[in-house]
């Protein structure tokens, strides 16, 4: 445990920053939103050191198989960071507005009807400025080129990297602790079936997470851009969760194809062993 509990404390530290980020980025946040934002952070970062700093498994998944967690981490991080600068505006630095000018051009090349950005901004009510449509689809704009980026970042990874590196040692139970291989039938089939799956929702998921919104507005009120920090981390998580899934149903693909060439080799040194008997 101890040898693991430097790197849980580094963890536990950035996921920290990752919280407060958009409190320390944003010009007027108030008081109560500075105690939320600490108490979400304290707990996540106390979360985050529990699971490294034990050996056994918790609920993160590909905790000790790098880089996968390293990247979907820079992702968010990124994005939380860009998008608080954004919303942020009135910054004269150039770095802020070319982060805007980026992200007002993807938005504009990608907001075509039924795309995903078209519905983000579909989101807003009918009596929104346009200064509001703007802004949004400029966040919408940087939170799904770096989605793609990291994405694009995740595969050229896994090829030059051969990843997962079975000749290290692959567990299964550690990198995968809600994923059972005693239930349910062949091992590869229940990996390559689930990672079908999440690269399907994570395909799905930008289309229907804005109606999800639309109608729950009925209930809850339309969406707003006065709450600054709830329009980042709704961004965040409507660019980064579908990433996330493509990344995921991927890796599982590849810990399937890994565990199939285990078994051919296995099964061809059994072959050789009893030739040579």
């Given at each position: 445990m101890f040898s693991r509990l430097p790197g849980a404390i580094a963890r536990a530290i950035?996921?920290?920053?990752?919280?407060?980020?958009?409190?320390?980025?944003?010009?007027?946040?108030?008081?109560?939103?500075?105690?939320?934002?600490?108490?979400?952070?304290?707990?996540?970062?106390?979360?985050?050191?529990?699971?490294?700093?034990?050996?056994?498994?918790g609920l993160v998944e590909f905790r000790d198989a790098p880089p996968f967690n390293r990247i979907r981490f820079a992702?968010?991080?990124?994005?939380v960071l860009l998008l608080s600068v954004v919303v942020r505006g009135g910054d004269s630095s150039t770095s802020a507005h070319f982060v805007e000018a980026v992200g007002t051009l993807i938005g504009k090349a990608i907001d075509f009807p039924y795309s995903p950005v078209r519905l983000i901004v579909l989101m807003l009510p009918e009596d929104a400025s346009a200064q509001d449509i703007i802004l949004l689809r400029t966040m919408a704009g940087v939170s799904y080129l770096i989605s793609l980026i990291s994405l694009a970042v995740f595969l050229v990874v896994l090829r030059l990297t051969h990843w997962p590196h079975s000749a290290q040692g692959f567990n299964v139970w550690i990198n995968l602790p809600t994923f059972d291989p005693t239930v349910g039938g062949d091992v590869v089939e229940r990996l390559e079936r689930d990672a079908r799956f999440n690269i399907a929702l994570g395909f799905l998921l930008p289309f229907i997470s804005p109606a999800i919104v639309q109608l729950a507005s009925g209930v809850f009120?339309?969406?707003?851009?006065?709450?600054?920090?709830?329009?980042?981390?709704?961004?965040?998580?409507?660019?980064?969760?579908?990433?996330?899934?493509?990344?995921?149903?991927i890796a599982m693909q590849r810990?399937?194809?890994?565990?199939?060439?285990?078994?051919?080799?296995?099964?061809a040194r059994i072959d050789e062993d009893m030739l040579t008997a």
């Open positions: 950035l996921v920290v920053i990752l919280i407060a980020t958009p409190s320390l980025v944003l010009n007027h946040v108030s008081s109560d939103t500075t105690q939320i934002v600490v108490l979400i952070a304290i707990f996540a970062g106390a979360l985050t050191l529990f699971e490294y700093a034990t050996a056994y498994p992702s968010l991080f990124v994005t009120g339309s969406v707003s851009l006065a709450n600054e920090q709830t329009m980042i981390w709704t961004l965040t998580a409507w660019a980064f969760l579908p990433a996330s899934l493509f990344m995921r149903g810990v399937a194809t890994m565990i199939t060439d285990q078994r051919q080799r296995n099964t």
